[in-house]
């Protein structure tokens, strides 16, 4: 038998060995690993009431958007995610919702386990606003502000007219920078709802007595912080 022949047949029988080793373990290995495995969710969305609310929910995965739906008024809407991950389930609202953002974070730890998600929502309501003293008479007004739905991440902005002068909140701290076409603003961070209420003192001078033309404006921000960190104006009062 030839050289030639001899190396073309240890050549086929490697050859085999490696064929044979590759479809018995390798390419299964493969096979098994490239299997998804998936954790089914029950997703609901309720108000403080625990009233089923319908709303756009979203899932998101390493800070990309993973899947998203809507939940519905009767029951809850079954989702599906890859086991071994961790998400975050936030609410979005329709155009004519006002809730604040809500968030949950998940990790899908077992493959085809059920696991029911139930989105907290408050809706943001508007602020009450009753005045104790009056403007032009008391040097010190009060404002108890409050609201039967929630108000979060609650801050004040002051201006007035040029009659008045050394005007300030008595309660919070004044913030740097000017909102808007304020003159002071004051952040609390403090969440008003039917629970808690806030109480604004205000103190304030004039250089001689006031006129029709004379004012004092208060506005009201609030803060979705999960879904962004700058404020929006949602409301103002004339002391009176």
Excluded at 183 to 195: G, I, L, M, Q, S
Aim: net charge negative; aromatic share 14%.
């Amino acid at each position: 038998m030839g050289k030639g022949i001899v190396i073309l047949l240890i050549f086929l029988v490697l050859a085999g060995v490696f064929t044979f080793l590759y479809f018995k373990f390798e390419k299964p290995a493969k096979e098994q690993e490239q299997i998804i495995y998936y954790t089914n969710l029950t997703i609901f969305a309720q108000d403080k009431e625990n009233h089923p609310i319908k709303t756009t929910y979203l899932v998101y995965l390493n800070g990309s958007l993973y899947d998203g739906g809507i939940t519905d008024k009767f029951g809850g809407v079954t989702q599906r995610v890859t086991t071994g991950n961790t998400f975050y389930i936030r609410n979005e609202n329709f155009p004519d919702q006002k809730y604040y953002t809500s968030e949950i974070k998940f990790y899908s730890d077992k493959p085809d386990k059920s696991n029911r998600i139930v989105l907290e929502l408050n809706e943001r309501g508007e602020l009450d606003i009753s005045q104790d003293g009056a403007f032009g008479t008391n040097e010190t007004i009060i404002l108890n502000v409050s609201t039967n739905e929630t108000f979060k991440n609650l801050m004040y902005c002051l201006k007035w007219s040029e009659l008045l002068i050394f005007v300030k909140s008595m309660n919070d701290d004044r913030i740097d920078g000017q909102i808007d076409d304020n003159y002071k603003c004051y952040e609390t961070d403090r969440t008003v709802d039917e629970k808690h209420y806030m109480i604004i003192k205000i103190n304030y001078n004039t250089i001689s007595p006031i006129t029709s033309n004379d004012y004092l404006r208060v506005q009201f921000y609030d803060k979705d912080e999960l879904l962004s960190q700058n404020y929006t104006k949602r409301q103002e009062y004339f002391l009176k």
